[in-house]
């Protein structure tokens, strides 16, 4: 019988070799995060349940999910401006400047109720291209153009809103944006996120988007070496953002039945805790969609928690900002031990 033999023609390079490993080793890497979020969030669960008798109920789990919904596409959309190594400190001000602006244009100008949405989610939008173009082409740290961002949005809800509430009582059909059931017992808007989770893994994973998003993040002057816009790619990738931005701003309005001007503040620091605990690297270059997931479940059931307890409020923001400070610790160290 003869015996094939591989050729040192076929045989694989040690590059080929050495790229392999490292796509094994990064899965490896991915996996072992989201299993240790995962587990975290099990261990929450099982703790409040413990705890108390009123946290595993249906109506409490049920707010919970609403809760995740809007802190969840929230956390979506920033994991593709944290996984460029960029931050947006905009999001939580930007979705209360949304939602402010689909009152406008569905109660105090009483276009149909599809303008009201659009007009919400184009303002995020346009929020996220501004912050794109400030980053990328005026070379301003995400960090000060964001903030700036978040600033601005802050005022203009208040300005445009009057500072005074606006109310979608006479706007059919708004409501059940949010609170509505196209699944029995699953409120419309955990519904939306779940649709926008399988939009943004879909872009991240599969798409030229995604690759570009995380070549940035790894080395974005050698990916403009290599003959990619990435001036252009960050602008579309903060936009992309913004759209996400827009649409919780809408599902917040939706949920609360109303647009509220001041609300916002600190939505951001949750939404980039839940990106960070997933296992998106601040300094960029590694994102997951389904660790993201699992950051917003464990934000919402750690507040919502805290509430069931009767923990003060002011405990529960401490609380809240050392599992902040605990995450980026995590996230530090991961990166200083390559793991």
Do not use: C, H
Request: charged content about 10%; overall charge positive.
């Amino acid at each position: 019988m003869s015996q094939t033999t591989q050729s040192p023609a076929d045989a694989p390079s040690d590059e080929a070799v050495a790229k392999e490993r490292g796509a094994r080793a990064a899965l490896w890497r991915k996996g072992l995060q989201q299993g240790l979020a995962f587990g975290t969030l099990v261990v929450l669960l099982l703790f409040f349940s413990i705890a108390s008798n009123n946290f595993f109920t249906w109506s409490n789990i049920s707010g919970i999910l609403l809760a995740t919904a809007v802190i969840g596409i929230l956390a979506l959309g920033t994991t593709f401006v944290i996984t460029t190594g960029g931050i947006d400190l905009s999001i939580g001000t930007g979705m209360t400047l949304a939602a402010v602006m689909t009152g406008i244009v569905a109660v105090n100008l009483g276009l149909p109720l599809i303008f009201g949405v659009l007009a919400g989610i184009a303002t995020g939008a346009l929020m996220g291209l501004i912050n794109g173009i400030n980053v990328a082409y005026l070379k301003l740290p995400p960090f000060i153009a964001t903030l700036a961002m978040m600033m601005v949005a802050q005022g203009l809800a208040l300005v445009i809103s009057g500072v005074r509430p606006i109310y979608f009582s006479g706007v059919p059909g708004f409501k059940d944006i949010a609170l509505g059931t196209l699944i029995p017992s699953l409120p419309n808007a955990v519904l939306i996120m779940f649709i926008l989770a399988a939009v943004a893994y879909f872009l991240l994973s599969k798409t030229v988007f995604g690759r570009y998003t995380v070549a940035i993040g790894s080395n974005e002057e050698a990916t403009r070496l290599s003959g990619v816009n990435t001036n252009r790619w960050l602008v579309t990738i903060y936009t992309v953002a913004g759209v996400f931005t827009g649409i919780a701003g809408v599902v917040l309005a939706a949920r609360l039945d109303s647009a509220q001007p001041q609300l916002g503040v600190g939505y951001e620091l949750q939404a980039i805790a839940a990106v960070i605990i997933g296992g998106t690297s601040l300094l960029g270059g590694r994102g997951s969609i389904v660790g993201t997931l699992i950051g917003a479940l464990i934000m919402s059931v750690l507040i919502n928690g805290l509430r069931i307890m009767s923990i003060q409020t002011e405990w529960q923001n401490v609380v809240v900002g050392v599992v902040i400070a605990i995450a980026v610790f995590a996230d530090s160290l991961r990166n200083r031990r390559g793991l």
